[in-house]
């Protein structure tokens, strides 16, 4: 009937989106533990952090290049922090297979050139 609903729950089985779905749903329970059961604050908070930074990342799984663009950010920020972050080699999660920014710039330039 909704063909949306569908297709969202189509896009939720790819592999990078897939892969999420056990730590978002722990730090679901860990929230309402920490809240209802536990009464500690802080732990809540943090939950909610935590909460909130997978739902970025699973949105910016739906668009082109986005978990690759925000892996390069946080680690431009790191490295200016000092801070070495585990797995830098291949410019976004990996387990996705995409594709370096260096190589989309490349090919909009190509692109551009051959206009010209």
Known sequence: MDRGRERQREG????GRVAILPPC?????GTLLSVFVLKV??????????QFMALAWYMLSYIPYGQAAA????RRIAKR???TLPGGGGGGSGSSGSIP?????????AGSDEKV
């Open 12 to 15: 939720e089985s790819e592999r």
């Open 25 to 29: 749903t722990t730090r679901q329970v």
């Open 71 to 74: 892996s390069r950010i946080v």
């Open 101 to 109: 920014m260096s190589a989309v710039a490349a090919e909009g330039s």
């Open 41 to 50: 604050a802080l732990l809540c908070v943090l939950f909610i952090l935590l």
């Open 81 to 83: 922090a000092g801070v």
